[in-house]
């Protein structure tokens, strides 16, 4: 299984981005998927979760972050929304139970 997130930018505090993750070789509407994040000098963070129709988010991307999935296109997204220059940090989507290799993940970059 790969799964590889894309979509990452550089944007002004504010402003919104849109990452995605697809998979190839497993579908990820039977799996608890994740996104977590990791900025530089940090550990890496649980960022929502999806599973089933059910998401979970941690405090700070409640009300600014949307974690949906789209089962016929395969693909995992993170709607990012009034983004701050403390979400700046590389994304990644994974697995919750049984994570696969951790990739490049992508970069966001928030600015002032």
């Known amino acids: 299984v790969q799964l590889q997130a894309s979509g990452g930018g550089s944007v002004q505090a504010g402003g919104s981005l849109r990452l995605s993750c697809a998979a190839s070789?497993?579908?990820?509407?039977?799996?608890?998927m994740a996104w977590y994040r990791q900025a530089p000098g940090k550990q890496r963070e649980l960022v929502a979760v999806i599973s089933g129709p059910d998401t979970h988010y941690v405090s700070f991307a409640k009300g600014r972050f949307t974690i949906s999935r789209d089962d016929a296109q395969n693909v995992l997204y993170l709607q990012m929304n009034d983004l701050k220059p403390e979400d700046t940090a590389v994304y990644h989507c994974?697995?919750?139970?049984?994570?696969?290799?951790w990739g490049q993940g992508t970069q966001v970059t928030v600015s002032s």
């Open positions: 070789g497993m579908p990820l509407s039977l799996y608890a």
């Open positions: 994974n697995f919750i139970l049984s994570p696969v290799a």
